[in-house]
């Protein structure tokens, strides 16, 4: 289980790895993705194991159907936020959670104005503007970009994120300095550093990094390295 890092005053944040659950391969062992062809029943638990050792209850952990897109909602309540790849929250205590295996989970925090957020943003989602509607999802909530901080979890590096020239010219064009070359001189899609100069552009000065790469950390689940895997997950919530 992942440490929990206070992320601002009030705000916790933590990611899960792949040790201290109860699947089986191709998912072992602490898959929390319910929607990649593993036992609901050991989801469940995993699921419960993760929120327990966050010091969380397993009924107040919002989830998103992440559709790879850049809808955001704020809630109120536990369980499922719908089709959405970013989620708001004002209320103590309800952690929201971002799964991922190559993807990056995005966690925001405003503690002067009591607002959270957390978003899905791999290549699709951060090409679609999802960190954008993230930060104005949170700002009809009261929150300020300058006053936020993120923190950005581990996602596949630039390295070893390669793609197919035409794609890469397609990320290129809406964000820039997204565009890399991997490790074996091809090219590359560096996703958080199309995200952390999103972020800038939008105000947020204050980003922190967990800087693993999936694709290269036995201890995360990556799909771009294991293909049919689990998912692990980033949590932020507010201290009651």
Same mark, same amino acid.
């Given at each position: ?68 897109? =850049?809808?955001? /909602?704020?809630?109120?309540? %536990? @369980? !499922?936020? +719908?089709? #959405?790849?970013? &989620? *708001? ?23 002067? =104005?009591?607002? /959270?957020?957390?978003?899905? %943003? @791999? !290549?699709? +989602?951060? #090409?679609?503007? &999802? *960190? ?109």
């Amino acid at each position: 289980m992942g440490a929990v890092v206070e992320l601002a005053p009030g705000v916790r944040a933590g990611f899960t790895g792949r040790a201290g659950g109860v699947s089986r391969e191709p998912y072992a062992t602490l898959n929390l993705g319910d929607h990649v062809g593993d036992d609901p029943e050991a989801v469940a638990e995993n699921r419960r194991r993760a929120a327990a050792g966050f010091g969380l209850s397993p009924d107040r952990v919002v989830w998103m159907n992440q559709v790879h897109g =850049a809808d955001a /909602v704020t809630v109120t309540a %536990s @369980g !499922r936020a +719908g089709d #959405v790849d970013a &989620v *708001v929250t004002t209320e103590p205590g309800l952690a929201l959670a971002v799964l991922v295996a190559d993807c990056l989970p995005l966690l925001v925090a405003d503690p002067e =104005a009591g607002v /959270v957020g957390a978003a899905h %943003s @791999g !290549r699709p +989602g951060m #090409v679609a503007g &999802v *960190v954008s509607s993230l930060l104005a999802e949170m700002e009809r909530n009261g929150a300020r970009p300058e006053r936020c901080t993120a923190l950005l979890g581990p996602v596949i590096c630039g390295r070893c994120y390669e793609v197919p020239r035409q794609m890469q010219d397609e990320v290129a064009r809406a964000v820039p300095e997204a565009r890399c070359t991997t490790q074996e001189g091809t090219p590359g899609v560096d996703i958080r550093a199309g995200v952390t100069a999103q972020l800038k552009r939008l105000g947020v000065a204050n980003v922190t990094h967990d800087a693993r790469c999936t694709r290269e950390s036995p201890d995360l689940f990556s799909y771009r390295r294991d293909s049919t895997t689990g998912r692990f997950a980033g949590y932020i919530w507010r201290l009651p």
